[in-house]
């Protein structure tokens, strides 16, 4: 920070050097009391001035800090950061049309400074309508052509409607379901098959009553496969953009349960409402392919999406006559693992797609999901608890069948095993070093599923009489032992969706039970604990 005045005494350099030290450690009341002091001693001084209106603005007084910056740009200071702050002391204060004439000086004193000149559209929008923020963004994207000063002008645009006149690269798109799309186009889908089924039934607890809910049959959605032609798909994402400008995702589009989907991981998203998507399309660099199957998508790089929301789909797939002599699209940063299932399912060729690409096919092969499975719902949404996803026993059986026909089981299957899952982040049992120490005790080997390769994971279920897991998506390779498995899995109080899990393994000819401990029951990826009698009770109640 600079000011107009000749170079100050020795005592006012000193407090402007503790002053910005503080600020710079984020010690603002200390530093607020520090400037006052000096402020009162040193009056005149505009740095001191700009620095306080500063360190008032961060701490939450806008309005004290909108007087003081007053005060600095009086007493001569040029330096930016006064107006600036004198700018978004107003916007703090809903005083738009004095923000945006404080910001307009700040964005042209700043022409660096993206904040700036987002926040100057934005004001100028909201004190003298679209036109004038219109001059605001065309004057800053010419100082200044941020990409988030463009996103920031096509969600004021999206706000208002003007769906047609937004700025390169950003795309207003209605979204909609594959099915309701080919409908409107005049097409019929290539394979329709019947409703999917989910069974969702309520896991044993042990040391528990069985529970009260019925077991249920949950409709999902009517399977197809089609070919879209001329359609683009993005790094990471679930959307498939039409050639004639329509976002196509059946989760979003669900008529029940749609609007409560949340889509953090969807970050070609910038906002959405009822009926359209905005997306940041011109951050991916396009390249073509004349055709390929759809499987990449959000959270496909997480084994529990992976199968049921991915692999699931290759038995609806299939049905489509041009299956066979497609390559299949997935993620660039897929595990392994993943990469290594899927090629002992099916023979087809693999295309990445990388992260910031995207791929305008001239034919998309593309299935439905098996029901509404979203990554993330909103904070109080409505959707009941069977219907957060789901198995397809079907398409379970599918995939269970096929491996056991490509993967040779060991000759005995003897081994007691603890599958661990202490490199993840989050769910995690918290009193693991205890547990499997007492398992280790007892004969069990401690397993580190992550580690291996996915046929050492399915020969390893299919060597097991016993095993023991925290809940997590390693169970989902349990189809592959034989069906008088002895399961216990670990959990936290609150089972969520488990039920799916639990249906289809029961459908499956599978049982298990449920050891719970403590762990906030309404957080799905709370930590937890397990008590060692109880775990030890379980395994015993099993071996009777």
């Not at 100082?143 to 096509?154: E, I, K």
């Not at 906002?271 to 951050?283: A, K, P, S, T, Y």
């Not at 099916?346 to 791929?359: F, S």
């Not at 909103?378 to 490509?406: D, K, W, Y």
Request: hydrophobic share 40%; with cysteine; glycine share 6%.
């Amino acid at each position: 920070m600079e000011s107009s005045s000749a170079t100050p005494p020795d005592e006012v350099l000193a407090a402007r050097e503790a002053i910005a030290d503080l600020v710079n450690q984020n010690r603002l009341l200390d530093s607020q009391q520090l400037c006052a002091t000096a402020r009162h001693a040193f009056p005149a001084d505009p740095w001191l001035a700009t620095m306080q209106s500063y360190i008032l603005l961060r701490m939450g007084e806008s309005e004290r800090a909108g007087a003081v910056a007053a005060e600095a740009i009086g007493l001569g200071s040029e330096d930016p950061l006064a107006v600036l702050v004198l700018g978004v002391s107003h916007r703090n204060r809903g005083r738009h049309a004095e923000a945006a004439e404080a910001l307009l000086t700040a964005s042209r004193q700043f022409p660096d400074r993206t904040d700036a000149a987002i926040m100057l559209i934005e004001e100028t929008v909201a004190a003298h309508g679209i036109e004038a923020g219109r001059a605001a963004y065309e004057e800053a994207c010419g100082r200044l052509p941020d990409h988030a000063v463009t996103t920031c002008w096509a969600r004021i645009l999206f706000d208002a409607e003007l769906h047609d006149e937004m700025p390169f690269g950003v795309v207003s798109a209605p979204y909609m379901s594959v099915p309701t799309w080919v409908s409107r186009t005049g097409s019929t889908l290539d394979f329709a098959g019947e409703q999917e089924v989910i069974r969702v039934e309520d896991p044993l607890i042990f040391g528990e009553p069985p529970s009260t809910t019925p077991a249920v049959d949950v409709r999902g959605y009517g399977i197809y496969a089609s070919i879209l032609r001329d359609a683009t798909i993005f790094a990471k994402s679930s959307i498939v953009l039409t050639a004639d400008g329509v976002a196509l995702n059946d989760t979003l589009a669900d008529e029940r349960f749609g609007r409560f989907v949340h889509i953090p991981h969807e970050t070609m998203v910038i906002c959405r409402d009822e009926e359209r998507l905005l997306l940041d399309v011109g951050r991916y660099q396009v390249t073509e392919l004349d055709a390929g199957v759809m499987l990449s998508g959000g959270a496909s790089e997480h084994f529990g999406h992976w199968v049921p929301e991915y692999l699931c789909k290759l038995a609806y797939l299939e049905q489509h006559p041009r299956f066979p002599d497609l390559p299949i699209i997935v993620d660039a940063d897929m595990p392994p693992q993943h990469v290594e299932f899927l090629g002992l399912l099916v023979p087809n060729p693999i295309v990445e797609i990388p992260a910031g690409t995207a791929l305008r096919c001239r034919e998309l092969l593309v299935a439905s999901p098996s029901t509404f499975f979203p990554v993330h719902l909103t904070a109080n949404h409505e959707v009941p608890r069977e219907n957060q996803g789901g198995m397809p026993t079907r398409c379970f059986r599918f995939i269970q069948s096929r491996i056991l026909e490509r993967v040779n089981p060991p000759p005995t299957r003897d081994r007691k095993l603890y599958l661990s899952r202490k490199s993840s982040t989050w769910r995690l049992l918290t009193n693991e070093d205890e547990i499997t120490a007492a398992l280790a005790a007892r004969g069990f080997e401690i397993i580190y599923p992550g580690d291996m390769s996915f046929i050492e994971q399915v020969q390893m279920f299919q060597s097991a009489s016993v095993v023991v897991a925290p809940n997590g998506s390693s169970l989902l390779n349990a189809i592959y032992s034989p069906s008088d498995l002895k399961l216990i899995v670990l959990s936290q109080r609150g089972l969520f969706n488990w039920g799916t899990f639990n249906g289809c393994m029961t459908e499956l000819g599978y049982k298990m039970i449920f050891v719970c401990g403590d762990g906030d029951p309404q957080q799905k990826h709370a930590n937890y604990a397990i008590a060692i009698p109880d775990l030890f009770a379980a395994l015993e109640s099993m071996s009777e």
